[in-house]
């Protein structure tokens, strides 16, 4: 059974750019969250996706995005970046709304 | 919104003692999830609570569901080097679509 898998695990962006982060979810999982980690801080809900739809979001600007393919795999967008959006990304799978399993993280630099 | 306040930020603790920390939360919750966070991975579940009063151990882990449902505790009983890291207390109300709120964490340091 695989885990949930992140890419890039590092990158750094400038102000402006935009970027997309990849998530790989657990076999057998069909729901997928994005959370914001800030340093120091616990993690932050973005939005879920289930059956390729976003069926839940937290306080995050439009310019936060994603999608979710067939196979249950997903990405997440940000748009216009600043440099608040400086943070450790988790993307969190599921069977519904139990034992989330998360990965290890995207960590995006912006400057 | 939600907020959860966890206690304590952090802890400094010799190697054998027992630990606890807490959660509280303005909001009732269903379902009270402990997660331990190492540096530069996630949060790993450690024990996951669905019912008002539950106690749950995980080894030498046990928490606890509060009976008011804006609550939970963990206990680590004869801690050791390795339990070194973040643990995150985590709150999730039935029908939130993955919405779990989470604590700030409690880091623990643990002298050999």
């Known amino acids: 059974e695989t885990g949930v898998t992140q890419s890039p695990t590092h990158l750094i962006k400038t102000r402006g750019q935009q970027v997309t982060l990849r998530c790989s979810s657990q076999?057998?999982?069909?729901?997928v969250s994005w959370y914001q980690q800030a340093l120091g801080q616990g993690p932050q809900f973005i939005f879920q996706?289930?059956?390729?739809?976003?069926?839940g979001r937290g306080n995050f600007p439009p310019r936060f995005s994603g999608l979710q393919f067939p196979n249950y795999s997903s990405e997440l967008n940000v748009n216009a970046l600043e440099l608040d959006d400086s943070a450790l990304y988790l993307c969190?799978?599921?069977?519904?709304?139990?034992?989330?399993?998360f990965g290890s993280g995207t960590r995006l630099t912006v400057v | 919104g939600q907020q959860l306040n966890q206690s304590p930020q952090s802890m400094f603790i010799q190697e054998g003692e027992d630990v606890s920390m807490n959660c509280t939360s303005s909001?009732?919750?269903?379902?009270w999830l402990w997660y331990k966070q190492d540096p530069g991975e996630g949060p790993v579940l450690l024990i996951a609570?669905?019912?008002?009063?539950e106690l749950t151990s995980n080894g030498r882990l046990t928490a606890q569901f509060g009976i008011t449902r804006k609550d939970s505790f963990l206990n680590i009983s004869a801690s050791i080097p390795s339990d070194v890291g973040i643990y995150f207390c985590?709150?999730?109300?039935?029908?939130?679509?993955?919405?779990?709120?989470f604590g700030k964490g409690t880091k623990l340091s643990v002298k050999p």
């Open positions: 969190a799978s599921s069977w519904g709304a139990v034992s989330y399993t």
């Open positions: 985590a709150g999730q109300i039935d029908g939130s679509q993955g919405n779990l709120i």
């Open positions: 909001s009732i919750f269903n379902t």
């Open positions: 076999s057998g999982h069909n729901t």
């Open positions: 996706y289930y059956r390729e739809e976003e069926n």
């Open positions: 609570l669905y019912k008002a009063g």
